[in-house]
């Protein structure tokens, strides 16, 4: 009933930057918390930042800095804006939403960056 799709994602050169975005489609009232998940191979999957509606946004400690998220209630669209980047940051990244208090997921978008 609920949809995310992600976008943005790519290749890109270690200090490079890239914008990933995420919208939610389906039956829609409001959504709650937004936000970006990642999952290196042999991994588990990881917080790495979350806007609650109306609260304080966190960072994992390893992009605070380089990394900002951002939302648009308008749009269901939740951003992350990737600066500085570094070879360690490639992953898979997810998004994550909650919408009537049920968590959705995006299907997952590869960022990859060479050293």
């Known amino acids: 009933q609920v949809q995310l799709v992600e976008s943005g994602g790519g290749l890109v050169q270690a200090g490079g930057s890239l914008r990933l975005s995420c919208t939610a489609s389906?039956?829609?009232?409001?959504?709650?918390?937004m936000g970006w998940y990642r999952q290196a191979p042999g991994k588990q999957r990881e917080l790495v930042a979350s806007?609650?509606?109306?609260?304080?946004?966190t960072y994992a400690d390893s992009v605070k800095g380089r990394f900002a998220i951002s939302r648009d209630n308008a749009k269901n669209t939740v951003y992350l804006q990737m600066s500085s980047l570094k070879a360690e940051d490639t992953s898979i990244y997810y998004c994550n939403m909650f919408v009537r208090g049920v968590a959705y997921w995006g299907q997952g978008t590869q960022v990859t960056v060479s050293s």
């Open positions: 389906g039956r829609i009232s409001s959504i709650g918390t």
């Open positions: 806007s609650p509606i109306g609260g304080t946004t």
